[in-house]
């Protein structure tokens, strides 16, 4: 090689390719890219500062062109929104906030004349304390057949003043409230895994599997492609409730089989839901969010007769080191190989800091960050792990904005604030707005093209110049890097679906590794690593440049080759 290589410049949303129909790809989701749309923050279409449906379908052609294959929406139900729309209050309305069922049929219809795919949430762990059953479950009073259907618990202690067993709630807190009967004396408990108002449903009920089989068939006859399972690892709680016996169980998520979370039950609900989806042309799929101790206890929520998806949170909690992503790359791999699933792959959501601002700073804190770092830094590593993420085998996910290279907003006032979370004072950081601001679409205007009435978090002065209009058509941006990629992965023949990966011999903090005529190398180091050249540069997050037969890849920096030279 006797040029320096630099990535290749991007096709424009006028020149990308034309999308394949959503009849015509059969096992789509084997290797499809999922791009994540939180609808507050994505296009407002009203001018009330919030985002809507309608705002989302207007911007569909953006995300054909993006090059992706499938949009999940994340909760537009009727909802008081005291958990931002995962505490539902009816599963088969759309909150006025967000628009009318009319919009979301007209969203799935021009989604599928683009050639994209639908993917809703579903949240089947907990209702909203306004839903119709929880409602009357507390009006009727004790010994009420609807209280069944959730947990309620007389208390504990001499009057029942004390919670039914020691749980704790994810968001802080016990994870018990005590109701006023009717009468207006205290009585009952109920269980809320999350925020009081969102009690747990019990799904030993049998009313309770009816209701979301029901609403499955609702949503799935409405045209949807899928549903991404909220707290798919919830529902099924340990016989008797008991005690978990230690205090600060938030420490123990992630680490240990906890009684009210990846309990085995969760299993058999599943392979009900699987033979309703199975009804259904089109290769419909289920997505579990579901947190597990490892990913052998994940592949377990993806066997045959499950669910089709599960996140791999592993993959997202892994830092910027060689070493660690090559460890969790192996695991994943050889999790999901017996099962016949693919693994997936993502690197940021609505729950957690955006990994632009996480590779920003020094490992070891956390996903949740309020520290801006070295912001150069970050987008550059952002930018590498993106490349490296869409290499791997199996299906990718993109959370809205991560292709502007977006960072997370880690100075908002806390009077704006409004995650759930952070007002409880325990829990959660609670800071999970500074990845929920809503994005920039133009350079100008009071809410960078988001919508004309302002937006409902504040969105920084540099917005302007990472926006989409700045962005399209500028070689080298992220944005066209991320089309650019897009597109190479759904046209080269190694790209995409597969199980498994050849590493290559590298030196130490880089990741080399082939997929048939593909080859990628990721180098997660500070400083240049001079290479062999593997065959004609692809695609590079960085400047890749070089003489002769070898060739010098950047500091945190990915590129990408094939070894047909043509």
Known sequence: MSQQHSAAPAPTPQTAPAPTTVAERPDWWRDAVIYQVYPRSFADADGDGMGDLEGIRSRLPYLRDLGVDAVWLSPFYASPQADAGYDVADYRAVDPMFGTLPDADA???????????????????????????FRQAVAEGPGSPLRER?????GKGPDGELPPNDWESIFGGPAWTRVTEPDGTPGEWYLHLFAPEQPDFNW???????????ILRFWLDMGVDGFRIDVAHGMVKADGLPDLGSHEQLKLLGNDVMPFFDQDGVHDIYRQWRRILDEYDGERIFVAEAWTPTVERTAHYVRPDELHQAFNFQYLGTYWDAAELRSVIDRTLDAMRPVGAPATWVLSNHD?????????????????????GDRKLGLRRARAATLLML????????????????????????????????????GQDGFRDGCR?????TRGGGSYGFGEGGSWLPQPAEWGELSVEAQTGVAGSTLELYRAALALRREHPALGAGDA?????????????RRGEFVCVANTTSGPVEVAAPGRL????????GTGGSVTVPGDTTAWWTADRA
Not at 150 to 154: A, I, K, L
């Open 107 to 133: 969203l799935i219809r021009e989604a599928h004349r683009l050639g994209l795919r639908i993917i809703v949430d579903l949240v089947p762990n907990h209702s909203s304390d306004q839903h119709d059953w």
């Open 150 to 154: 959730y947990h309620f618990r007389p």
């Open 204 to 214: 030993e009920h049998p009313a309770v599997g009816d209701e979301f089989r029901s």
């Open 352 to 372: 957690v800091t955006r990994h632009a601002t996480r590779f920003a700073n020094p490992p070891g804190l956390g996903t949740q960050i309020r520290r801006a």
């Open 391 to 426: 290499a791997l085998p199996g299906s990718a996910y993109v959370y809205q904005g991560e292709e502007l290279g977006l960072p997370d907003v880690v100075d908002l006032p806390d009077e704006v604030r409004q995650d759930p979370a952070y007002f409880r004072g325990a």
């Open 437 to 441: 601001v809503p994005i920039p679409w």
């Open 501 to 513: 990966v050849e590493w290559l011999p590298s030196a130490e903090g880089v990741l080399a590794f």
């Open 538 to 545: 692809l695609l590079a997050s960085g400047e890749v440049t």
